[in-house]
């Protein structure tokens, strides 16, 4: 067993997200991403196998969809269904925005 605190490892990197495993089994993956002011590309959109559930612990994010755009601060969760397109639209550019994602 081994214990994992969820604000070690914060690593201030503007060129590229950074991921960590906290837990995998065939069929959960849990991360913690830290994000610097990255976004997803210009036209590229998740459209992923399975569900995802997103929790911002710290910083602010904007996830867009098809139809809408959802911005998440501090706090905020948000279930992402299996195959629901989106993108990282934007993520705090003066702090780290660190998210807890559950892929299920």
């Not at 070690?8 to 849990?30: G, Y």
Request: proline letters at 2%; a negative charge; aromatic letters at 16%.
């Amino acid at each position: 067993m081994k214990k994992y605190n969820i604000f070690e490892e914060i690593i201030i990197d503007k060129n590229e997200e950074k991921f960590f495993e906290i837990f995998k089994n065939e069929t959960i993956k849990i991360e913690k991403i830290v994000s610097n002011g990255q976004t997803s590309p210009q036209n590229f959109w998740y459209e992923q196998e399975e569900n995802e559930f997103v929790l911002v612990l710290e910083g602010f994010a904007i996830l867009q969809f098809e139809d809408k755009d959802i911005e998440l601060k501090k706090g905020d969760c948000l279930n992402i269904k299996a195959k629901q397109k989106h993108r990282v639209k934007f993520t705090s550019l003066d702090e780290p925005t660190i998210w807890f994602a559950v892929f299920y």
